[in-house]
């Protein structure tokens, strides 16, 4: 069986889109669970929402704990195992770590599918891993109805060097490092809407690393920064903005959107992940009187492996978006931080 004929989008229940289980009902589930008894070497935990686990193990040294796994976006097996791999370093790299071993995380219909399209998957995020210099070191398998991939992800980072979404300060200036629109042009892929060409520029927005991005960041004053994933911009951005009690302004056409995806959410492609995203921001987040839904769409688009958001200090941000630019991560200035409006977001 040649792998590049199978459609594997079509293989998920009801063409599952991937997407996390949605922020109102994952909140939901968290308050139903014993609160933990406060541990000091707990350096981040599930208090802030943030992108990964930080436990202290000395002055010196800290480990970050991640984990991500999803169905096919796309249809390619080498490209949804390199896309699996590159959102889940993601996590790390979004909290000033170094990625280090990664374990494997699969699901199978084994007795359906060409055992070579399971090799394609792991070959693909082995691929990205190598990249990204992480050992893989082990992982776990079942059998089930429909394919699902993914990584646990472990690095490390010096206890006082760590980057949380909760440090955003007012005055200061917001990166955005990657496009969005992933969501709408990963639903107008399964519905065959976009050309060979588009596929693989969003394939490629995918699978880069945001390894560069971290990297440059750490030599700038650097207040807070997540990955924007699953619950969109505004979503992650409203999580950034209630862990650092404060407000944000973004405006909307400063943000970097992937060609055509306005396009393709006006032919009908927004995931129900983005609706809900929408949904969920909706009292906090104020939009201008003549913004059209579909903007305000693509804002919440569920994203799968974005770029970093970051809150870098007024007068850094020119220098670190030049540094990004130089280094060919092509990130732009999308807002600022406020002390008005805690916890909420105002799109301009």
């Given amino acids: 069986m040649e792998t590049n004929k199978i459609k594997l989008t079509a293989l998920t229940t009801k063409g599952g889109c991937g997407c996390k289980i949605g922020p109102a ?11 933990n008894e406060p541990n000091p070497n707990v350096l981040v935990g599930l208090d802030t929402s943030d992108d990964a686990g930080v436990y202290k193990l000395n002055d010196e040294l800290a480990i970050v704990q991640t984990l991500d796994f999803f169905t096919p976006i796309v249809d390619d097996p080498y490209d949804f195992g390199q896309i699996a791999a590159t959102n889940a370093i993601s996590d790390v790299y979004a909290m000033g770590g170094t990625p280090i071993t990664a374990l494997n995380i699969v699901a199978f219909p084994i007795s359906k599918l060409d055992k070579s ?17 992480v050992a893989l070191v082990g992982g776990h398998s079942i059998d089930d109805q429909e394919p699902k991939f993914g990584l646990s992800v472990t690095g490390t980072v010096h206890p006082d060097k760590v980057r949380t979404n909760a440090g955003a300060k007012p005055g200061d200036k917001l990166i955005l490092t990657k496009p969005i629109g992933v969501g709408i042009m990963t639903t107008s892929i399964k519905r065959d809407l976009v050309t060979e060409e588009e596929r693989k520029l969003v394939t490629s927005v995918m699978t880069t690393l945001n390894k560069t991005a971290a990297e440059v ?15 969109g911009l505004l979503g992650h951005a409203s999580e950034m903005a209630v862990a650092s009690n404060a407000g944000i302004i973004i405006d909307h056409t400063q943000v970097p959107v992937l060609p055509r995806v306005k396009e393709l959410a006006e032919a009908g492609a927004v995931p129900g992940g983005t609706k809900n995203n929408f949904d969920h921001v909706a009292n906090v987040v ?16 569920a994203v799968t ?42 799109v301009k």
Avoid at 25 to 35: A, I
Wanted: include cysteine.
């Fill in 25 to 35: 009902d994952l909140s939901q589930v968290l308050r139903t669970l014993p609160v």
């Fill in 117 to 133: 399209i399971l090799s394609e998957i792991l070959r693909g995020a082995g691929d990205k891993l190598k990249e990204a210099g």
């Fill in 217 to 231: 960041m750490a030599d700038f004053n650097t207040h807070a920064a997540t990955d924007v994933t699953g619950f």
């Fill in 286 to 301: 104020t939009y201008p009187e003549e913004m059209e839904q579909i903007d305000k769409w693509i804002l919440c688009d």
């Fill in 305 to 346: 492996s974005g770029g970093l958001l970051l809150a870098v200090d007024e007068a850094d941000a020119d220098q670190l978006l030049e540094a990004f630019n130089n280094k060919q991560v092509h990130a732009q200035i999308i807002g600022e931080v406020t002390s008005e409006n805690n916890g909420k977001i105002i």
